[in-house]
């Protein structure tokens, strides 16, 4: 089982590694499963995810008090938006585009009611 969180947690990693790259894609979701993976399967992993510059912060933000920066919250708000707007275009079924409007404003409504952490000097 070592070895299946592993596998989850450096799929998890490199998925975010791709997102950081890619503009509009929240990174934060694939860290919380890696390291949540990598919990299970290597303490040396899990440290690195942790202690990592650019990827431990938003980790350290959620650990501390499920904290989300406004960046990411405007960042994913956008993503969302930017998903839907995609699906209207394409034309898809009504009932599908109502699920999903209820689906996507959930999860931005619980984004936004997530504090925020202090800000620095």
Same mark, same amino acid.
């Given at each position: 089982?070592?070895?299946?969180?592993?596998?989850?947690?450096?799929?998890?990693? /490199?998925?975010?590694?791709?997102?950081?790259?890619? @503009? +509009?894609?929240?990174?934060?979701?694939?860290? %919380? *499963?890696?390291?949540? !993976?990598?919990?299970?399967?290597?303490?040396?992993?899990?440290?690195? /995810?942790?202690?990592?510059?650019?990827?431990?912060? @938003? +980790?350290?933000?959620?650990?501390?008090?499920? %904290? *989300?920066?406004?960046? !990411?919250?405007?960042?994913?708000?956008?993503?969302?938006?930017?998903?839907?707007?995609?699906?209207?275009?394409?034309?898809?079924?009504?009932?599908?585009?109502?699920?999903?409007?209820? *689906?996507?404003?959930?999860?931005?409504?619980?984004?936004?009611?997530?504090?925020?952490?202090?800000?620095?000097?």
């Amino acid at each position: 089982m070592r070895y299946a969180w592993l596998g989850l947690g450096a799929g998890s990693v /490199l998925v975010a590694l791709i997102a950081v790259a890619l @503009p +509009l894609v929240p990174s934060t979701p694939f860290l %919380l *499963v890696a390291a949540f !993976a990598f919990a299970r399967s290597s303490d040396r992993l899990h440290t690195w /995810l942790h202690e990592h510059p650019r990827l431990g912060p @938003p +980790l350290a933000d959620w650990n501390n008090g499920r %904290l *989300v920066r406004r960046s !990411a919250k405007r960042l994913a708000t956008i993503s969302i938006a930017l998903a839907f707007g995609v699906s209207v275009a394409l034309g898809l079924r009504p009932w599908v585009l109502v699920v999903q409007a209820v *689906v996507l404003t959930s999860v931005v409504a619980y984004i936004w009611t997530r504090p925020e952490p202090d800000p620095v000097g």
